[in-house]
């Protein structure tokens, strides 16, 4: 069974085999947690990013899916890159955003890491309300038959923290 834990703090200080990056379709970088991870992880990072557009994903990484790359100079080993919907009132994307969480942990999986750091994949640039991203992010994490041991949800901001904090209690 894979235990759910709650931290306050920065993704890319996380000593964990894998953390998931709330990236873009392009792959190639961007602000919050994406700018993040690349900043800290430097450049090899992006070459991966690179070279999985130039091969499998030409067109992107699809809205919902997730790859892994390797974490760089991060203290994790692997960043499994995600790409989460952003929020609309004209349409329930949220299937999207639990499935960038199955995603994820599917690719966790096959890389046989035990313990995987999320970020509250959609909840800041791509204008998710706190509350039903956490919702949708442990509830999909708990419905998910998974081999990972540990799932950490890391929290920048405090709002985030207590959304997280009132959906695990
Ligand atoms: N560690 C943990 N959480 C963080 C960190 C960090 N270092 N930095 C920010 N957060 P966002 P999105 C929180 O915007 O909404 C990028 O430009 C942040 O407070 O990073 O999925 C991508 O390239 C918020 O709660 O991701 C895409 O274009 C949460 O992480 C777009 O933003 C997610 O915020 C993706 O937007």
Known sequence: MTALTLVRGDITEQSVDAVVNA????????????GAIHRRGGP???????????GRYGEGLPTGEAVATTAGRLPARWVIHTVGPAHTEDEDRSPLLASCYRSSLRVADELDAHAVAFPAVSAGVYGWPLDEAARIAVDTVRQTPARVAEVRFVLFDPRAYDAFAARID
């Open 23 to 34: 990236a873009n379709s392009s792959l190639l970088g961007g602000g919050g947690v994406d």
């Open 44 to 54: 090899d990072i992006l070459a991966e990013c690179r070279a999985l557009r130039a």
